[in-house]
């Protein structure tokens, strides 16, 4: 059974940064994967973050680019590094792993920025 465990997040001022883990389990250690980031801010539906594939091509969502990086260390850990964060950026953030056609999803870490 596939789990995700995410880690790192908290509270932080607004201009601070934050490192966001990702530990799966359950998967091949040859496992071919994208691991990607969401979040879900209050009342708004779950949106992605950035996403990263198995050679290492991440892809983000347009106004994350410049402040968010995704990075991954084989086929079970991934990192999201927030630089700059904002009030806005207040949500739980969701790991999740697509391998083949399954889909799975972390437990959640919640970032909270205060002004």
């Known amino acids: 059974q596939v789990h995700l465990v995410e880690s790192g997040g908290g509270l932080v001022q607004a201009g601070g940064s934050l490192r966001l883990s990702c530990a799966a389990s359950?998967?091949?250690?040859?496992?071919?994967?994208?691991m990607g980031w969401y979040r879900q801010a209050p009342g708004k539906q779950r949106e992605l973050v950035a996403r990263?594939?198995?050679?290492?091509?991440a892809y983000y969502e347009e106004s994350k680019k410049a402040r968010f990086t995704i990075s991954r260390d084989g086929p079970k850990i991934t990192y999201l590094q927030m630089n700059d964060l904002r009030p806005e950026d207040t949500a739980v953030y969701y790991c999740?792993?697509?391998?083949?056609?399954?889909?799975?999803w972390g437990q959640g870490t919640q970032v909270t920025v205060s002004s």
């Open positions: 999740a792993l697509t391998v083949r056609v399954s889909h799975y």
């Open positions: 359950g998967i091949m250690a040859t496992s071919l994967n994208t």
């Open positions: 990263i594939d198995s050679r290492g091509v």
